[in-house]
């Protein structure tokens, strides 16, 4: 009994002991965190002035200079941080001389170095700062790291260094091919790593959309959005045919926001496309490309089996003035089913924001020609208690006036 006693004590003086230590060493964390808080903001004052001067120097177009004396470690980290800064901010000459200060101030030597060492910590931290600092030297290291990372933001840290250090275009190609082994649907992220390259896309563009790896394809059309690059377009016209679905999808939005002019046959070929995202990208472009001679084939699509077609559907035919919105009327006088129904719900919507924007003298006159529209097909004939359209054929019930 009393030897379990006094097991029982020494566990819990054990506990006691193990607890206060954790709480020392939080204190000790939380103190050394405040102190190099409280460092690098004194650190940054002192080096105001020489920031000051770095800014009148790259303007004036004068040689930059180190500040003078010795500098403290967390100091050469402050001046180190805000000239990464500036890097990311410039581009040509002051990036170049900005750059050309970090190699001769011996940043760019002691973060190589700090890429070889063991504790995992501080190599992410000079990779990052490597990548700030445009090293292409760094590279090779950098892909070595990125090849041993686990999938996760880490790896992704890394693969925008080697983006923004490489001067070859291979190990970009090299590193897109590692980066998307660290995660699923990662093809945007990628795409916006790739493109903080200071190399010449257009070419690696062309590689990849010609290339037989779908992965490779897809960031390939993510990065073309808001690039243009004429010589890409033969291989976009292929790739709205290709096998994988996400493929075609992708390079149909991308052909369709492309393309001044859309071929008629092109677009009749995409409406019959199994893939109801690439039928409702088709109608969208219809309607913002203000094409009024697909009316015909927007009003037929209102009965589309997939709503997302429906719905881009009736939008595009309420951009196409007058003949789109009577196109609509008469989709929810005649038609049945869905085709009604998402008729009737874009013209209401469409009447409530044209009567709620009239202020400007040609919106007011839009918004009347509407009404006399709605008027035409929804409004009752007077003397009579039942809604008819002027033609003859019953109108739909309810008031869906603006």
């Known amino acids: 009994m009393f030897s379990s006693l006094a097991v029982a004590y020494l566990f819990l003086y054990i506990c006691i002991a193990l607890v206060a230590l954790g709480v020392t060493l939080l204190f000790a964390m939380k103190v050394s965190h405040n102190g190099k808080r409280r460092k690098i903001e004194f650190y940054k004052q002192k080096q105001r002035d020489y920031f000051t ?6 303007t004036e177009g004068r040689p930059l200079r180190l500040p003078p004396g010795k500098l403290a470690p967390i100091e050469r980290q ?7 800064e500036w890097i990311d901010q410039f581009k040509g000459e002051y990036r170049e001389k900005l750059i ?18 063991l504790r995992y910590g501080r ?39 080697i983006a923004r250090s490489t001067t070859r275009q291979g190990e970009l190609k090299d590193m897109l091919e590692v980066l998307l ?9 990628a795409a916006d790593i790739l493109l903080e390259t200071s190399l010449d896309t257009s070419r690696l563009l062309i590689e990849l959309l010609e290339d037989r790896n779908p992965d490779f394809v897809k960031v390939g059309l993510v990065a073309m959005w808001g690039q243009a690059v004429p010589e890409v377009m033969p291989a976009l016209d292929r790739l709205v045919g290709a096998e994988h679905q996400d493929v075609r999808a992708e390079a149909v939005k991308l052909y369709l926001s492309a393309s001044p002019a859309l071929q008629d046959e092109t677009i009749l070929k995409l409406m019959k496309d199994a893939d109801p995202e690439v039928r409702a990208e ?48 008469q989709a929810a006088v005649q038609g049945t089913g869905v085709e009604r129904e998402i008729a009737m719900q874009q013209i209401e919507s469409t009447m409530k924001q044209s009567g709620a924007d009239h202020k400007a003298v040609d919106q007011m006159i839009v918004h009347n020609k509407r009404r006399l529209l709605y008027d035409q097909y929804f409004a009752p004939v007077p003397g009579n208690r039942t809604t008819k359209r002027r033609t003859g054929v019953a109108a739909v019930g309810g008031d869906y006036t603006a």
């Open 53 to 58: 001067y770095l800014q009148t120097a790259l």
């Open 181 to 189: 082994t660290k995660g699923k649907s990662i093809h945007h992220l």
């Open 123 to 161: 190599q992410i931290d000079a990779a990052y700062r490597l990548g700030g600092m445009r090293c292409p030297e760094a590279v090779p290291g950098l892909m070595e790291l990125l090849k041993d990372e686990k999938p996760g933001p880490m790896a992704f840290v890394i693969g925008r260094s």
């Open 78 to 84: 402050v001046i180190q941080s805000k000239l990464i």
């Open 100 to 117: 050309a200060l970090c190699r001769e101030a011996g940043f760019v030597e002691h973060d190589l170095k700090e890429l070889g060492r």
């Open 282 to 329: 088709v109608v969208q472009a219809l309607g913002s490309k203000h094409a009024a001679g697909s009316i015909p084939l927007l009003r037929k699509a209102l009965r589309d089996e997939d709503w997302r077609v429906r719905y881009n559907s009736a939008e595009s035919l309420s951009m196409l003035g007058e003949p789109g919105f009577e196109a609509l009327c």
